[in-house]
């Protein structure tokens, strides 16, 4: 049998025809175009036209050859935020009345942020303030930043107040009418200059060891403290600067005889030390100067103490005065009546046996002053008697004024102003005793510095 061979030969037109409408479907049904030789769409590709000699002209069509994001539309404003103020402690000066590190103006800032919680640059806010009549709104107005940020300024008036900044943005009140808006903290407006009615000294001990001993360079023998107030009241602005100065003594620190108010008051450390005897008009103070003013005491062993400071116009000042004192009993008073320390033993005369001898002593220094703050008055070496405790038992903290409360002057200087004890002494037999007693004891006087001081006393107890 006779086989014979089949080689291929090529398509015939028309079914390379078929191909080609094949193939276009194909590609119009997946996006493609017809860019590229054949028919191909190329990845990417957009509209195109079929490639010439395929007997078939494939339409144009549109594709992509990738994926796309959606764009997010611009956003609306979601909310404003008070995000701080400068100064940060939210207070500043009266007009006018300044003060170190204090300011008279208050900077607000607010931050707008949209519906998906982003910073919103170019957006209006609106500013106004709940007290206009007491403060002056600088900025009305502003527009965001690239941070969503925007602020306002507040100058102070003439009266202390308190004041919050209200942040409104316009036009997006929507349905519900009321434009967003937000408050700040509020903002206070307080702390002018010093005046003379609120200036305050006071001391933490008035009567101190400092006639016969001197303070150590670290331990003071007092403090001294200012209060400041302004007019209205309030504390003055921190860092106001107090000068002080002292006839007896030394007062202040090596770099400064002074100091700043913080919250309106401080305080510095009083050494006892030479000089101890005041001498008229030295040193020059504030105190005793000028129309209104009294020279300083000249009593022994009183120190006067002058601090001042200004209102940028006016000096304000105030004064005190502290004892310096010994540290021996100079002069001792019974019942207010000075008994004479010479004659040794002092005589309480006699008492009834059935009632307890109750007196007075009245302790005071060489100069009539008291004796220092703390000392121990106590009583000792008791023979046939029975005493009660001492009251006070203690020397107390004693604030130099005459008897009616008034400042003291030259004219008090023969004033005896000891601290005054009460004692008790009884017969330990009472009513019932049998015989005639004499009771005798001595009264104790020991200073803070360890310095002792004994008197004796004598009592005789009746009987019946």
Not at 176 to 192: E, H, L, P, Q
Not at 398 to 425: C, Q, Y
């Amino acid at each position: 049998m006779q086989h014979s061979s089949k080689s291929s030969s090529p398509a015939s037109p028309l079914r390379l025809a078929a191909l080609g409408l094949i193939t276009a479907a194909v590609l119009s049904a997946c996006g493609g175009g017809g860019g590229n030789p054949g028919g191909v769409a190329a990845p990417g590709a957009g509209s195109g036209t079929g490639t010439p000699g395929t007997g078939v002209t494939p339409g144009t069509g549109t594709g992509t050859g990738g994926s796309t994001s959606p764009t997010t539309p611009a956003a609306a404003p979601a909310t404003v935020q008070f995000i701080s103020a400068d100064p940060s402690e939210k207070s500043i000066v009266m007009q006018g009345q300044g003060g170190i590190n204090r300011t008279e103006t208050a900077t607000l800032k607010f931050k707008v942020l949209d519906v998906y919680n982003r910073p919103l640059a170019g957006q209006a806010v609106n500013f106004s303030v709940s007290v206009p009549a007491l403060v002056r709104l600088n900025q009305a107005s502003a527009t965001t930043d690239a941070n969503g940020e925007a602020s306002t300024t507040v100058n102070s008036g003439t009266v202390p107040t308190t004041f919050r900044v209200i942040a409104t943005l316009p036009n997006t009140g929507g349905t519900s009418g009321a434009n967003i808006s937000t408050t700040s903290d509020s903002i206070v407006v307080t702390t002018g200059l010093p005046v003379q009615r609120a200036f305050s000294l006071s001391a933490a001990k008035y009567n101190l060891e400092g006639w016969a001993h001197d303070s150590s360079p670290t331990q003071p023998a007092t403090t001294i403290q200012v209060l400041v107030a302004d007019n209205f009241g309030n504390p003055v602005p921190d860092g106001t600067p107090v000068i002080f100065q002292t006839n007896m003594g030394s007062v202040g620190s090596s770099d400064k005889g002074g100091c700043n108010t913080v919250n309106g008051g401080c305080s510095v450390d009083f050494r006892v030390q030479a000089p101890r005897t005041p001498t008229p008009g030295l040193p020059a103070t504030p105190c005793n100067t000028g129309p209104g003013t009294t020279p300083d005491n000249a009593r022994p062993g009183l120190a006067t103490i002058c601090a001042s400071s200004t209102d940028g116009a006016t000096t304000i000042f105030g004064r005190i005065n502290l004892f310096f004192g010994d540290s021996t009993v100079g002069s001792v008073y019974l019942d207010r009546k000075p008994v004479d320390m010479t004659a040794g033993v002092i005589d309480l005369g006699t008492q009834g046996s059935a009632a307890p001898k109750v007196f007075e002593l009245q302790f005071n220094d060489l100069n009539l002053n008291p004796l220092p703050f703390g000392t121990t008055v106590a009583v000792t070496n008791m023979v046939g008697g029975t005493a009660a405790a001492v009251v006070p038992a203690t020397v107390p903290n004693i604030f130099p004024r005459t008897a009616d409360g008034k400042e003291l002057t030259d004219a008090n200087v023969n004033t005896a102003l000891g601290s005054r004890h009460t004692f008790s002494v009884s017969n330990p037999a009472g009513k019932d005793c049998t015989a005639p007693l004499t009771s005798t004891f001595d009264v104790t006087v020991t200073t803070p510095g360890n310095d002792v001081t004994t008197i004796p006393f004598k009592l005789t107890f009746s009987c019946p």
